[in-house]
Nanobody, 124 residues
Framework: QVRLVESGGGLVQTGGSLRLSCAASGRTFSSVAMGWFRQAPGKEREFVAAINWRGDSTYYKDSVKGRFTISRDNAKNTVYLQMNNLKPEDTAVYYC?????????????????WGQGTQVTVSS
């Protein structure tokens, strides 16, 4: 069973940066796409970014384009989310997940193996 562990969250000021990491156990990491989602208090979980298994195709929520960068290191079984120019509206718990089914990269339905999440708080 694959286990995902997110890390790297914290408290930053508006305009600051954080780099999230998601470490995966298991041998299937390099063969599946990975995604980052977030959930703010009182809101539904939403798509943030995704990357295909080779790492040569990426997908972003419109509001994070140009600020966030998703990448992966298959040798380390890790996917990253570099977040720059953070805004208060980016405050949420961030989760990574594996895309194990065909379907829309931007929907949570094809993803599974959700980690426990890491809190990102951006102060104004």
């Amino acid at each position: 069973q694959v286990r995902l562990v997110e890390s790297g969250g914290g408290l930053v000021q508006t305009g600051g940066s954080l780099r999230l990491s998601c470490a995966a156990s298991g041998r299937t990491f390099s063969s599946v796409a990975m995604g980052w989602f977030r959930q703010a208090p009182g809101k539904e979980r939403e798509f943030v970014a995704a990357i295909n298994w080779r790492g040569d195709s990426t997908y972003y929520k419109d509001s994070v384009k140009g600020r966030f960068t998703i990448s992966r290191d298959n040798a380390k079984n890790t996917v990253y989310l570099q977040m720059n120019n953070l805004k208060p509206e980016d405050t949420a718990v961030y989760y990574c997940a594996r895309k194990t089914q065909s379907g829309d990269y931007y929907s949570a339905h094809p993803y599974d193996g959700w980690g426990q999440g890491t809190q990102v708080t951006v102060s104004s």
